[in-house]
């Protein structure tokens, strides 16, 4: 062989071994896709109602992107957050337990506010704690309200990044609003001076308002695009509907709902946003999206409120409509497409599916309440959640097992009246009865005598720590 066939023959050998060892590392790249858990999306609203979307019946709001994801993914039509105001349930959806055993919750102060010296204590293990210690990228785009003071804020409980307002957008009123209910109806962003916050930093005060649901979006859309080649988790918490409502211009008049249908149709497009990215960047097998709601619609509000439908009351109350939430799961090629769970669900079964799917582990040294929905999502059995317990405040009111649900204590919404209890406690008939219409208590004494068990049970294993809520500002916990 010649020298120059020799180098032929070396040149071939080196590019065959080069070949194959690309075609090695894309096999790598293949089997660690594959292996890679799912990205986590919660897209999470503010005091939507249970009516208040096109595909679970509204009929003038509307709301393509969210009907187009319910069509190819799943609509739960019995799923509940853990408490009808905000804080609780925003502490439940992310720590998978019952607001009561965290002490975010509290009978004299609902919610925390910006006087408040309370937030999620640190033993608390967040979704994204979990989900970080897997190897995910976190994220909170949008409303917190787990406490203001740095320590509670989201980056110092497993977010890598925060860009939102730390508490309620009707907070910070400033002293020359109009007094009352005034401002509402014709809401001013100068109104409420709402800090935007950047991780540890205020970067606007006050918020304006009238953008926010856009950049929310636009800063979870650039977060996908960034950690593509890894999981990720997204909180995407709106700060809307929740009053005073704002909308871009772009949404001005877009409804024929008024101010709330705007709202509610620019969350929509902001829902469009967020699954588009997804199916662009080629993530969208591999990545489980959630959307629900913290509470049911602000009744009191009149139009710049929600509708909880055919459900009973709203936030605030324990009766359905403060606790039923619209809730949609989409995962293209994983949930079967079009399909409705009627089983039961709650926010903090999110908190158990998530880390169920990505391989993590439940913390084991305390009471999770949350369940592993992913039999539902796959359509491979039965829900495992048979009860369902609602809390106003450190109360248990109500407490549903299978289709009924027994009350033990009654309390309208706000402005309704106070607390009754029952000796006999109301019970209803849900899959028959789901406006709460007809107590059928005497038909049924031994259902009565089974939930009465269930409540026996779940207070004898309850260890509530003091509330976090009442902490006053200055104060060390
Ligand atoms: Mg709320």
């Known amino acids: 062989m010649t020298k120059f066939a020799r180098g032929i023959q070396h040149a071939l050998l080196l590019s065959c071994l080069c070949a194959a060892y690309s075609l090695l590392l894309a096999g790598d790249k293949v089997r660690a896709a594959e292996n890679r858990p799912p990205n986590v999306v919660v897209i999470y609203a503010d005091d939507l109602g249970y009516g208040d979307l096109g595909c679970f019946g509204h009929p003038t709001i509307r709301t393509p992107n969210l009907d187009r994801m319910a069509a190819e993914g799943m609509r739960f039509t019995q799923f509940y957050s853990a408490a009808p105001v905000c804080t609780p349930s925003r502490a439940a959806l992310l720590t998978g337990r019952l607001p009561i055993r965290s002490g975010m ?8 506010f910006p006087n408040s010296g309370g937030g999620i204590p640190a033993k608390e293990v967040t979704l994204a704690e979990a989900l970080k210690s897997s190897g995910y990228a976190t994220a909170h785009f949008g409303k917190w309200h787990l406490g203001h003071l740095p320590q509670f804020l989201p980056t110092n409980n497993g977010f890598d990044e925060y860009f939102g307002i730390p508490y309620s957008n009707d907070m910070d009123r400033v002293n020359d609003a109009p007094r009352g209910r005034a401002p509402f109806w014709d809401p001013k962003v100068k109104y409420w001076n709402v800090p935007l916050m950047r991780n540890l930093k205020v970067a606007e005060r006050p918020a304006d308002q009238t953008t926010i ?11 996908i695009g960034a950690h593509r080649d890894e999981p990720f988790f997204i909180y995407l918490a709106h700060s809307m509907p929740h009053v005073p409502l704002f909308r871009s211009p772009e949404f001005a008049d877009h409804s024929r709902r008024g101010l709330y249908g705007d709202v509610i149709e620019e969350i929509d497009w902001s829902v469009g946003q967020v699954l588009e990215t997804l199916r662009k960047l080629k993530l969208a097998d591999n990545t489980i999206v959630w959307f629900s709601s913290d509470n049911g619609p602000w009744l009191i509000f009149d139009t710049h409120g929600g509708s909880a439908g055919l459900l009973r009351e709203g936030k605030g109350s324990t009766w359905e409509g403060g606790m039923r939430e619209p809730t949609i799961a989409w995962w293209p090629g994983k949930i079967p497409a079009g399909r409705v769970a009627l089983d039961l669900g709650s926010t903090m079964d999110i908190y158990a599916t998530s880390i169920k799917l990505a391989g993590a582990k439940l913390p084991t040294d305390r009471i999770v309440d949350g369940l592993d929905l992913s039999p539902v999502l796959l359509g491979t059995g039965p829900s495992p959640r048979k009860t369902m317990f609602y809390y106003r405040g450190t109360r248990l009111m109500a407490v549903r097992k ?3 649900k027994a009350h033990f204590i009654t309390q309208s919404a706000y402005g309704g009246g106070g607390p009754k209890t029952h000796e006999t406690p109301e019970l209803y008939q849900l899959n028959h009865d789901p406006s709460e219409k007809y107590n059928v208590a005497a038909d049924h004494p031994d259902v009565i005598a089974d939930i009465r068990l269930e409540v026996k049970r779940h207070q004898a294993e309850l260890n509530a720590p003091p509330s976090q ?4 500002l200055g104060k060390k916990k």
Do not use: M, W
């Not at 919750?105 to 925390?112: A, G, M, T």
């Not at 809520?469 to 006053?472: G, N, R, V, W």
């Open 105 to 112: 919750c509290s009978d004299r102060r609902r919610v925390l």
């Open 213 to 223: 649901t856009r950049r929310y979006t636009e800063e979870a859309t650039k977060f």
């Open 402 to 404: 299978g289709a009924f």
């Open 469 to 472: 809520l009442e902490i006053p």
